[in-house]
């Protein structure tokens, strides 16, 4: 089964947006590559969409080779040197601060680099003054990231609070139904992992700010799929990791936080890189810093954030940016829920006007002869093939991104069609 091609001529074309990576490190022109000329671009950049089929962005994304390259640099250096050239990679790092605050329309000192997603958001959970009795509102089916810093405040008398979903979908009225007069913070994710329905976190914003609530987002779902303003969302803070969507190593954890936001914020997790002058080593009592590197509190890991100012460096360069991407990420699935729909098979991810990403999730075709397969028996058969997706629950999930084709979703649906 092979779904028409006619729709693609409409998404950007994907040479077009990956021939300015050809100069993407200076003076590496990689254009004297036979293997980097039209067609075969992606291949070059994206090794992963020669080995194999790869669907699964949403678990992990594979490295591009210009990220390949630059961590392989940065090691091989300290194979030879030791620490004795930290100073030119600690450019890296502010490089990643840099083009991170682009991409998401905000400063570089309002983004930290964290352990994780989950520490990222453990900040806002401990460094808020919290009251007994006080409640937090998240939303059923959110990811275990989104759920257990919040539940970790039950000690204080806090109460985690979840919106049901309906129709797979986190409703705009069923927020604010959930919201009382002792609610504190509204967090979500902004593209949910089991559905891939998009939040209206623009709306559940305002709709806290006009009632003095903190509104915070969980995009490890989003950033690197879609395009993000922090400023036109309106959220107090966004947490993030680098290693899906944004096709970084594993795993530097980002945080963003709104200027009014910060100020609000205790520093449990105070460390010696937290303080003003972090080498005055024998100087306790000195105080912290005044903007969000107080949250980089230890030695960074220094290899995953060389790796991230690569693949933001390899996002930046691509003709269109991430509208470009957002544009045929968008393609791409409405693309693969056309042919699964065709092929009977149920597809749970919303698809109104604003509501899709990169996810597309399904459920396994009803047999009349046999038990149907499940999720993840249905997963196993596609990696046999060479053809990778994920199971989340009863549902089987496929995240393409910018660089697939509409080839590769008929080769996932060619091995869907007799199963």
Known sequence: MTNEHSGEAALPALDAMLAPLLFFEEGEHESGDEEAGGAELRHHFFPASRACTYLNH?????????????????????????????????????????????????????????????????????????????????????????????????????????????????RVEDVLASITERTRLVSLSLVEFSTGYRNDVAAIARLCHERGIVCGIDAMQALGAIDIDVQALGV???????????????????????????????????????????????????????????????????????????????????????QAVETRVLGL????????????????????????????????????????????QLADTLAAQDVYIAARGDVARVSPHFYNTFADIDRLLNVLEPL
């Open 236 to 322: 107090d803070y966004l947490a993030a990791a680098a290693h899906k969507w944004l096709l970084a190593p594993r795993t530097t954890g980002i945080l963003y936080l709104a200027d009014h936001l910060l100020p609000r914020l205790r520093t449990p997790r105070r460390g010696w890189r937290s303080v003003e002058t972090p080498f005055d080593f024998f100087n306790h009592e000195q105080p912290i810093k005044q903007d969000m590197a107080r949250f980089e509190y230890s030695t960074s890991n220094l290899t995953a954030i060389v790796g991230l100012d690569a693949a933001l460096g390899v996002f930046e360069a691509i003709d269109g940016g991430m």
């Open 58 to 170: 949403a678990a992990n994304g594979p490295l591009p080779r210009p990220v390949v390259q630059t961590v392989r640099e940065y090691l091989d250096d300290a194979s030879l040197f030791g620490g004795t050239h930290e100073p030119r990679w600690v450019e890296y790092e502010r490089g990643a601060h840099r083009r991170l605050a682009r991409m998401i329309n905000a400063r570089p000192d309002q983004i930290a680099f964290t352990a994780s997603t989950g520490d990222g958001l453990s900040h806002i959970a401990l460094g808020l003054n919290w009251q007994e009795g006080d409640e937090i509102v998240s939303a059923e089916g959110e990811f275990p990231t989104n759920v257990y810093p919040w539940l970790n405040l039950r000690e204080q008398g806090v109460r985690l609070r979840f919106v049901p979903a309906r129709d797979y979908r986190i």
């Open 333 to 376: 699935t409405n693309y693969a829920i056309t042919g699964l729909e065709r092929l009977g098979y149920p597809v749970v991810t919303p698809q109104g006007a604003g509501e899709r990403s990169g996810i597309v999730c399904f459920k396994p075709r009803a047999n009349q002869a046999s038990e149907p397969m499940t999720a993840q």
